[in-house]
């Protein structure tokens, strides 16, 4: 890592979630950060000036939402120009929902947004939150051999990885290692030395100011598949008042039944002008939509393919593509293309 002289300014934005928790008398604790210094004195060792905000009141990520997000998009927007990357501590239970958001959100963004958490507090005798902290500000200020920041998109660092944000998806919920990117190289590996894989991090022709987006919108449904499911069901699901998109979880390359109620229920709701857009139950590969009849039915009738998307992703891009407003073949248009480097080419 180069460094420039110039003293890293680093913004930690603590919205919740185990990390920020300290053992007391009366149980764990999310404590202040504005006595971050006190807490993980450690920190002071990077010699980089550090300031903090949070939520007014630290949430489990469990209730995340957009409106949060927008609180997040916010702070960083604010501090854009005073500081050279920005660090969200953040429960891990919805932290690759949030890293995709953040993503599609933070338009423009050429500075390092590093999310973090842990699976034990920093106060508890073993555990990971610490060194999750301390690894994510190093990450936020690492620079490249030209002066600019080495992350220049939203990514996740936890334990040994930094994975982009938009590819994560959290797989344990007891394992250090948390986070998987499972169809994207992981962007670099945090063990005696920080190291990153240079080609496949985030790189930009242009330098555009940064532009927050707001308008996320969570009409949207998510239909799992499976054996035996009811002609009811997917019925009643895809009635749902003011839904303007399906997030379809097939089976494998992109399959699903092809019985005649369920391909004309999915035609129907397609006419209606509802987005179908068809995501893997499987973690690993993608989407490939045309490769069995199962899945070509769904092309027929009008089924965007997701092809490698993780759910995390597909979900916050519907939000983010119904919420600017575009029409429905524009939305169409840009969920075959890759944003944010939330697809592959
Ligand atoms: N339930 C917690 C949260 O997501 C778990 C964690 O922080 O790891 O906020």
């Known amino acids: 890592m180069t460094q420039t002289a110039k003293q890293p300014r680093i913004l930690i934005i603590y919205t919740g979630g185990t990390i920020g928790m300290v053992e007391t008398p009366d149980g764990l604790q999310p404590f202040d950060f504005s006595h971050l210094m006190d807490n993980v004195p450690k920190i002071g060792k990077l010699g980089y000036d550090i300031k903090s905000v949070q939520f007014a009141n630290p949430i489990d990520s469990s209730n995340m939402n957009p409106t949060y997000w927008g609180q997040i998009v916010k702070d960083i927007a604010d501090n854009y120009d005073e500081f050279d990357g920005f660090v969200v501590l953040h429960g ?3 932290m690759a929902y949030t890293a995709s958001a953040l993503s599609f959100m933070l338009r423009n963004l050429r500075k390092p947004v590093v999310i973090t958490g842990s699976q034990l507090p920093i106060g508890a ?8 902290l301390i690894s994510a500000v190093e990450v936020a200020a690492a620079k490249d051999e030209n002066g600019d920041p080495m992350i220049q998109e939203v990514v996740i660092s936890f334990q040994d990885y930094i994975v982009r944000g938009c590819r994560a998806t959290k797989f344990t ?6 986070f998987k990117s499972f169809n994207y190289p992981v962007l670099g590996d945090i063990d005696l ?11 930009h022709d242009t330098k555009l100011p940064l532009e927050p987006f707001y308008a996320m919108d969570s009409n949207l449904l998510v239909l799992w598949l499976y054996p035996g499911i009811t002609e ?5 699901q895809l009635a749902t008042p003011g839904i303007k998109a399906v997030v379809l979880r097939t089976f494998g390359a992109g399959n699903a039944p092809t019985e005649k109620w369920f391909l004309d229920a999915i035609t129907d709701a397609v006419n209606r002008g509802l987005i179908v857009y068809n995501v893997t139950q499987c973690l690993n590969g993608g989407d490939e939509q045309k490769r069995y009849y199962t899945g070509d039915m769904l092309s027929k009738a009008g089924v ?10 597909a979900i916050t891009k519907l939000m983010y593509l119904i919420g600017s407003g575009y029409t429905p073949d524009e939305i169409k248009q840009y969920l075959q293309v890759s944003m944010v480097g939330e697809l592959s080419d």
């Open 125 to 132: 005798v073993r555990e990971d939150g610490t060194e999750n």
């Open 193 to 203: 030395h920080i190291t990153y894989n240079t080609p496949y991090l985030m790189r």
């Open 304 to 313: 965007i393919s997701g092809y490698d998307i993780t759910a995390e992703a």
């Open 92 to 94: 891990t239970d919805t």
């Open 232 to 236: 009811e069901v997917v019925k009643a």
């Open 173 to 178: 919920s007891t394992g250090f290692d948390a």
